[in-house]
């Protein structure tokens, strides 16, 4: 391992020598391979199903997992629209004369080695690898077991457009050793790796977090919440929140719980009953909600799962400030939505929610890079130093001070 990551490291400088218009151009040649491969990465895929199939991965897990033309496809508009942003390294972020007649440049610089560490989703391997590549920095990947053969096929394609630009092969490339123990010495080679990115279950994220010495930014679980106000349209309510629950259950910006104004709750939750069963989800409710349509009971750890799959608590609260306090409770600093006409009601929303997206009439499901116009991102940041929400190529920057003087020397 340490070995693999003093290579990481070295080779790390050579991005500093790619003008932005080389990156660009290798970023859509990996488009390309990808979709000129989309066989032999779909033929991966099917060992991995398979082997999902027989190790009974939930339904959720599966669909994080599965790849068809068409998501490949997906992973390679990502990467073109990668190429298409700015270029996020070298700008002039600020910049000044001292007293002492020094000028001083604020430059924006890539942070160097970035360890991601993530689960089921394949398409992570092509996203973060070209997030990465952009903003100059090198990446070391840990995908899941579950998706070995997809992950290592994709990385393949991607290391082969590297090779063919003569580049080295380890500014993409995947750890060796990605048991549990050489997860355990990747957060710890602080003197190679420069920052450890987790996506996954609550599991991995508390251990990556306590065990790490490297730096981490968190990509938690998303405890994502909607709440419908009184002064909320009420066709727009309901197609909002099926959207935010069912439009894809088992991704980390679909909603969990839903919060009803106990003003409106009588004349809305048969309405949204009506509307939830028909897309068969399974529903829990709060006392108050149980009085007025038939769902199962929710209890205290339903409030702080992340299910992850069609099910959906639904609580009344009274008003705003009932919805506040129990996000406030039981948020994850995700994602957080209003539906509402009133002005006064949504801002209040809006400036007392701490969490990394707040929404006011629009489905949670917007959270991520490609939606945010970031092209993918590597995580979406539940930290709030030194990046928040979707992470995209500014997020995997940092800076540096240039200082030009002219032979001054401190009195």
Request: proline residues 2%; charged residues 25%.
């Amino acid at each position: 391992m340490e070995k693999f990551l003093q290579e990481a490291k070295s080779v790390s400088r050579v991005l500093n020598t790619l003008s932005g218009r080389k990156k660009n151009r290798i970023l859509r040649e990996m488009a390309e391979a990808l979709r000129a491969n989309t066989m032999d990465l779909m033929e991966a895929n099917a060992i991995d199903m398979s082997d999902g199939e027989k190790n009974s991965l939930t339904s959720a897990l599966m669909d994080r997992l599965y790849l068809d033309e068409s998501r490949i496809n997906a992973m390679a508009v990502a990467i073109e629209e990668i190429a298409a942003l700015k270029e996020a390294v070298g700008r002039v972020l600020d910049g000044w004369v001292t007293e002492d007649g020094l000028k001083i440049e604020k430059v924006s610089i890539p942070i160097g080695v970035i360890g991601i560490i993530y689960e089921s989703r394949p398409n992570v391997t092509s996203d973060t690898a070209a997030l990465c590549f952009k903003s100059s920095n090198v990446c070391v990947l840990k995908g899941g077991k579950e998706a070995e053969n997809s992950n290592r096929a994709i990385a393949k394609v991607l290391q082969a457009v590297l090779a063919k630009n003569e580049l080295p092969t380890a500014l993409i490339s995947l750890i060796p050793d990605s048991s549990r123990a050489g997860v355990d010495k990747l957060i710890k080679m602080d003197k190679y790796v420069d920052l450890i990115i987790p996506r996954g279950g609550a599991g991995l994220i508390k251990h990556v977090s306590q065990n790490a010495t490297v730096s981490v930014v968190k990509h938690d679980k998303g405890q994502c919440h909607t709440y419908i106000d009184k002064g909320a349209k009420m066709d727009d309510a309901i197609a909002i929140a099926i959207n935010a629950k069912v439009q894809r259950p088992g991704v980390c910006n679909a909603m969990e719980t839903l919060l009803v104004d106990t003003a409106i709750a009588k004349e809305t939750l048969p309405l949204l009953k009506v509307a939830f069963d028909k897309a068969d989800t399974e529903l829990k409710g709060c006392a108050n909600t149980q009085a007025i349509i038939d769902v199962a009971n929710a209890t205290e750890d339903d409030y702080n799962t992340e299910y992850l799959a069609n099910i959906l608590n639904i609580k009344v609260v009274d008003g705003v400030a009932g919805a506040i306090e129990h996000i406030v409770e039981y948020g994850s600093g995700h994602s957080e939505a209003i539906i509402t006409e009133n002005i006064k009601s949504a801002e209040s929303f809006l400036n007392a929610i701490d969490a990394a997206a707040v929404y006011v009439n629009a489905s949670t499901r917007f959270t991520d890079g490609g939606s945010f116009g970031f092209g993918a991102e590597v995580g979406i940041s539940t930290n709030k130093l030194h990046a928040r929400g979707p992470m995209g190529i500014e997020g995997l920057t940092t800076y540096k001070y240039k200082v030009y003087g002219s032979g001054q020397v401190r009195p």
